[in-house]
């Protein structure tokens, strides 16, 4: 579970605690979800020898009050009310815990609520989607009247293969559900994407059996 507002981070960690098993079994990291796009222009390595982040970072809200989903700014001079947390993409997270979900292909549904930064998240997952061995067999995604919002319908439906799709809000199935018809928030909707009928039920034996071994 990744969530860049260390606000919202450490309700999220509290949820997990209270919550019997939940944190040995959900890992939370304190990291903006992004693409190998930040990565353009950054040398050297990730770390310093004392395991400092070196790497890409983005200023996000300190609190989870104030307004999340703004353009901010990237590197370490943040404004007061915001604080520099590092840009990791979700490969590298899901790469990380690889033998914990069996190489990934554990991973039955994947969801995205980040404030108009969904696409950049989605970019930075390419690995995980374009396998066939990986990929969640549901994604669950929120998304906005937005040309990234639109860039992210795009790069689901026709690069990673999930055809079908509906605006959990307003109940509308495929093209007709975009833009969104802000049943719920205005100019925003909740959906879901799912890949073909024997794709899905491919995708849901092979969950299974990953869970049981």
């Given at each position: 579970a990744v969530e860049a507002t260390p606000a919202i981070y450490q309700k999220m960690l509290q949820n997990f605690a209270s919550n019997e098993g939940l944190a040995e079994r959900v890992y939370g990291y304190n990291v903006a979800a992004g693409s190998p796009n930040a990565y353009t222009g950054h040398t050297g390595p990730l770390f310093d020898a004392n395991d400092a982040w070196k790497g890409p970072t983005m200023c996000v809200p300190r609190e989870d009050k104030e307004v999340v989903g703004q353009i901010?700014?990237?590197g370490g001079n943040?404004?007061?009310h915001e604080v520099s947390v590092p840009i990791i993409t979700p490969d590298s997270i899901i790469e990380d815990f690889s033998p914990m979900i069996n190489g990934g292909a554990g991973?039955?549904?994947a969801k995205l609520d980040i404030e108009g930064s969904e696409y950049e998240a989605l970019m930075g997952m390419r690995a995980v989607f374009t396998d066939p061995q990986t990929r969640?067999?549901?994604v669950y995604v929120d998304l906005q009247n937005s040309p990234d919002?639109?860039?992210a319908m795009r790069l689901l439906q026709?690069?990673?293969?999930?055809?079908?799709f509906m605006d959990l809000d307003s109940g509308l199935i495929g093209n007709d559900s975009f833009p969104p018809?802000?049943?719920q928030w205005q100019n925003?909707?909740?959906y879901e994407f799912w890949l073909n009928e024997s794709d899905v039920l491919a995708c849901a034996e092979r969950v299974q059996q990953a869970s049981c071994t």
């Open positions: 901010a700014s990237k943040c404004p007061e991973l039955f549904f969640p067999c549901y919002s639109e860039k026709h690069e990673y293969g999930y055809s079908n018809k802000g049943s925003a909707g909740n």
